[in-house]
Structures are given as C-alpha cells and as structure tokens.
C-alpha cells in the first residue's frame, strides 16, 4: 500500500524549534520530488518547501526561507522539516506529499504543529 | 507569485446536479493547473492534472479544461460524497512559487 506518515507535530512556544518526519511506503521514494503542505485551521492550502529526489535542490515559500529546512534521507525513506524561529502564523497541519510533474498525487494523513504561549 | 482566484467560494448544490467551479490565473500558467479534494479532517487528494487529465482511480464524472489564465472543474452528476471543498493549484514554475487557489466549498441544498 502507498502510505506517507508523518509525525513530530506538537505545542511549541514561539522563537522554538520542531523537526517532523514523513515515512514512505509502497513506492520508490527516491524517485520523486517531495513536498510539504500546511493549512492552517479552518484556512486553506500553502505550499511550504519542495525537495529534489537527490537532495541537491530545495525551494521554500517566501514566509519560511532561513527559518526551516526540508531534507530526505532516501536509505530511510523518510522526509523531514525542521522548522526554527516558530511563530503564531505557522499553526497548521503539516501534510508531506510526493510531487509528480508539479501536482501533489499522493499525501500523508498530516501532523498538528501549534505555536503558542 | 501567481494569484489563483476559485469561484464561487461556496456552492449548494444537489444530488444528481451538473455543476462547474472556476479558477483563474492572474499570468498565463499553460496547463500546469490540478484540482483537488478536501473533506473534513482529511488530507486533500488530486483528481486532476495538466488542467484537464483525470488522476489514475477518479470518477470520470469529474473532469477539467482550460488553459492559459481560465479553468474549470465540472462534476457532471453529483454524488453524496462529492460534497466537499475543491482546491486549484497551479504549479507554472515548478518547483518552486507554487500556490494554490481559496478553496470552494460544495454543501448539500
């Protein structure tokens, strides 16, 4: 079965840091682009960071350029955000997802990030 | 970044109803526009790609067109569980500056 898992989601205070993680399963993860997506509650769907299958290219939404970092380690088939500098605005679901020719065709169930006092 | 604009942003409608959702460009994105899926506590999940070709396992009741800055998504007869919220995304200078349009919602009239 094609499965993507993520985890690592919690409460944070703001200024903290928060690494998840996004398992792949029932397909070639090192071939595909990987992603991850936010919405924030009740909001709609952000596009957040995007990965190259060997790593070698990354490229992130305007609101967290040098504060979050994508990376993969493809022996584990596993993506990961690590995300420093937390603010209120990024309260969302993380969903990771693999991108095919642009369009994101399989994704995770999410993972709840919360940044407050 | 490209600005991708969903009409209407709710919609009722009924079972069996033909029914059409629109989004639109603010630059000429070619056909690199998908459409997705979003129900209540769920992960999105694509139906289509390349504006008008249908995801491997979708109802072909779904289906897309357009090019350029117009687009559409039409479910020819609605089912129970097409009630959801439809999302456009293009992605014109893939990998990066992707952006997705504000959602419709479809409720049951």
């Known amino acids: 079965e094609v499965q993507l898992v993520e985890s690592g989601g919690g409460l944070v205070q703001p200024g903290g840091s928060l690494r998840l993680s996004c398992a792949a399963s029932g397909f070639t993860f090192s071939s595909y682009w990987m992603s991850w997506v936010r919405q924030a509650p009740g909001k709609g769907l952000e596009w957040v960071a995007n990965i190259k299958q060997d790593g070698s290219e990354k490229y992130y939404v305007d609101s967290v350029k040098g504060r979050f970092t994508i990376s993969r380690d493809n022996a584990k088939n596993s993506l990961y955000l690590q995300m420093n500098s937390l603010r209120a605005e990024d309260t969302a679901v993380y969903y990771c997802a693999s991108s095919h020719g642009g369009a994101f065709d399989i994704w995770g169930q999410g993972t709840m990030v919360t940044v407050s006092s | 970044a490209i600005q991708l604009t969903q009409s209407p942003s709710s919609l009722s409608a009924s079972v069996g109803d033909r029914v059409t959702i629109t989004c639109r460009a603010s630059q000429g994105i070619s056909s690199a526009l998908a459409w997705y899926q979003q129900k209540p506590g769920k992960a999105p999940k694509l139906l289509i790609y390349d504006a008008s070709s249908l995801e491997s396992g979708v109802p072909s009741r779904f289906s897309g067109s357009g090019s350029g800055t117009d687009f559409t998504l039409t479910i020819s007869s609605l089912q129970p569980e097409d009630f959801a919220t439809y999302y456009c995304?293009?992605?014109?200078?893939?990998?990066?500056?992707?952006?997705f349009g504000q959602g419709t919602r479809l409720e049951i009239k």
């Open positions: 995304q293009q992605f014109n200078s893939y990998p990066h500056a992707i952006t």
